[in-house]
C-alpha cells in the first residue's frame, strides 16, 4: 500500500509539467521517450537556433504542411517568419495557432512582439492582457512581452 502511494504521488507530481511544457510552444513529444522525434521538426529547431530562418521556415513548413492542426507548429512557422522580417506570414501563422488554441502562451508572446514590430503597443498589450488572464501565477511569456513592451516604449516609438 506504501508502495501504491508513492507512485502515485510521484506520478501526480509529475503531470503539472506536462500541460506547462507543451502550453509554452510544446518540446513535451521532441526527445520525449514516449514519441519519436520528428526529424523536420529538429531541422527547424536547429535552423532557428542558428539563426537560418529560410532553413527553419522550410522545416517547419513542411510540418504544417504535414498536420496545419498542430498549434506549436503554426507558432514556430510564425516565429521563423517574424524573424526573417515576413510580418503577414508571421501573423497569418500565428493567428491560426490561436484559432487552433486560444490559451497558447507562446503565441500570444510573439503576436505581441509582431505587434511592436509593426508599431501596434495596443494590439501588443492586449496580447499581453490575455497572457496576464492565462498565466494567473505569472508565467515567461507574459515577463518577455511586458519587457518588450516597456522597452519599446523605453525607446520612445
Known amino acids: 500500500m506504501t508502495r501504491l502511494l508513492a507512485i502515485a504521488l510521484l506520478v501526480a507530481g509529475m503531470l503539472p509539467a506536462i500541460p506547462a511544457a507543451y502550453a509554452a510552444g510544446g518540446d513535451v513529444g ?11 521538426v529538429e531541422a527547424g529547431k536547429a535552423a532557428l537556433r542558428g539563426k537560418d ?24 512557422l510564425g516565429y521563423a ?3 526573417d522580417g515576413k510580418l503577414d506570414l508571421a501573423f497569418k501563422h500565428y493567428d491560426e495557432a490561436l484559432k487552433l488554441d486560444s490559451r497558447h502562451r507562446g503565441a500570444h508572446e510573439y503576436i505581441g512582439e509582431a505587434y511592436l ?22 508565467c515567461t511569456e507574459l515577463s518577455e ?13
Do not use: T
Open 30 to 40: 521532441a526527445g520525449s521517450p514516449f514519441v519519436p522525434a520528428d526529424p523536420d
Open 53 to 76: 530562418w529560410n532553413g527553419a521556415i522550410a522545416a517547419f513548413g513542411k510540418v504544417v504542411a504535414r498536420d496545419p492542426k498542430d498549434p506549436d507548429m503554426q507558432n514556430w
Open 81 to 83: 517568419y517574424r524573424m
Open 117 to 138: 514590430m509593426k508599431g501596434d503597443v495596443a494590439k501588443a498589450k492586449e496580447h499581453l492582457a490575455r497572457l496576464d488572464r492565462i498565466c494567473f501565477f505569472g
Open 145 to 157: 512581452l511586458k519587457k518588450a513592451i516597456a522597452e519599446y516604449e523605453k525607446k520612445g516609438k
